[in-house]
T-cell receptor
């Protein structure tokens, strides 16, 4: 039981590049989330999903896209990376009551 | 969406109890109250949740006001490892935003030896 895994752990992108942050959970949770956390700040919800095939915007969705084709996977796509997207990205899954967070992906856009 | 309000920071002495407050005056009847904490350089970890009744687990206790407009996370004996940012969040699983969980800025707890 690995919980929530995220890849990569670190990444440096150039402005305008694209990438996909991977998130996988093995707990058969219906709910999955993507958050970003800027230095010294709290977490901001980017997108969330209540089940396979269903996604919805959170507080800060601009510049990101998600998909949920399976219960296990919830990738986050960054198109045309900008310096403002430099942040730590956390994926989480939940049964609805107790959430489990992944270790995070530290992304730098220069 | 119902919002929560927490003090920016609190201090405690080691081995003393800590009461971390959270106000959620616009809470709906179906909102669950969740607490998470984030240790330095780590992702958040689940602490406890409740709906109406007080709750206890191995990490903490959650006291919920009778009108549900506020709650308190209680750490019975603070240790240095409890120094973290504590987040109180609401999540309504029964409406169209089911599962949407937004974090506020949390309370930074400092534990002094």
């Amino acid at each position: 039981n690995a919980g929530v895994t995220q890849t990569p752990k670190f990444r440096i992108l150039k402005i305008g590049q694209s990438m996909t942050l991977q998130c996988t959970q093995d707990m058969n949770h219906n709910y999955m989330y993507w958050y970003r956390q800027d230095p010294g700040m709290g977490l901001k919800l980017i997108y969330y999903s209540v089940g396979a095939g269903i996604t919805d915007k959170g507080e800060v969705p601009n510049g990101y896209n998600v998909s949920r084709s399976t219960t296990e996977d919830f990738p986050l796509r960054l198109e045309l990376a900008a310096p403002s997207q430099t942040s730590v990205y956390f994926c989480a899954s939940s049964s609805g009551l107790a959430g489990i967070f992944g270790p995070g992906t530290r992304l730098t856009v220069t | 969406d119902a919002k929560t309000t927490q003090p920016n920071s609190m201090e405690s002495n080691e081995e003393e109890p800590v009461h971390l407050p959270c106000n959620h005056s616009t809470i709906s009847g179906t909102d669950y109250i969740h607490w998470y904490r984030q240790l330095p350089s780590q992702g958040p970890e689940y602490v406890i949740h409740g709906l109406t009744s007080n709750v206890n687990n191995r990490m903490a206790s959650l006291a919920i006001a009778e009108d549900r407009k506020s709650s308190t996370l209680i750490l019975h004996r603070a240790t240095l490892r409890d120094a973290a940012v504590y987040y109180c969040i609401l999540s309504d699983l029964l409406n169209t935003n089911a599962g949407k969980s937004t974090f506020g800025d949390g309370t930074t707890l400092t534990v002094k030896p």
